[in-house]
């Protein structure tokens, strides 16, 4: 609400109250619907590679199971990070997001004149090969320190859009999503039931045709 409040556009205008209404819907809409997605392609492309779950676990033996987590500790849950990015790299919430020319551009010979508005596709940027090594293939590792592949190319990772323009809940959506994470894989193994389709549909969001099906088992029972 404080960054909706301070909101200005380049004339200095501020939202009216209908406008901040409006926004404030569109942020409760989005954010579940991408939470979920987001939530559910964890489990699904995790929950596929036990290899990476114990690395997770791993992670966690740092931690007090027995104090809350804090936000110092979601910040040092690096491994986890960089699953969580894969995650969005591999599966993202969003399709895409639209851009206003603001001046005549060419690119790779095709001429884009001012003010046209142009669609740009997270999936499409998320397997460069330029970008990233092997794009096909889920790897959390391509975003540790020694590899980084985001990073030599500006707006190599964009799950939250990029700019000024950026998804105002970027940084509320990631802590959400590490904490069910961290949770999940402290107290839970979980199995995708067998007999079921992860054939994704994308609109609204990513997620499987018909659901997805996990078998939960708490751990220690």
Known sequence: MGLLLQAQDEDGNQ???EELKDQILTLLFAGHETLTS?????????????DIIAKIRA????????????????????????????????????????????????????FIPK?????YQIAKTHQDETVYFQPQQFDPERFSETRNEDKPKPFSWVPFGGGMRECIGKEFAKLEIKLFAALLVRNYDWQLLPNQSLDLITIPTPRPRDGLK???RRLND
């Open 15 to 17: 939202l009216g109250i």
């Open 38 to 50: 987001a939530i559910a392609s964890f489990c699904l492309e995790v929950g596929q590679r036990p």
């Open 59 to 110: 992670e966690q033996q740092q931690f007090d199971p027995t104090q809350p987590i804090t936000f110092d500790d979601l910040k040092s849950m690096t491994y986890l990070e960089q699953v969580m990015k894969e995650v969005l790299r591999f599966v993202p919430p969003v399709g895409g997001g639209f851009r206003e020319v603001i001046q005549d551009c060419e690119y790779n010979g095709y």
């Open 115 to 119: 003010d046209w508005s142009i669609l």
């Open 214 to 216: 996990v078998q939960l």
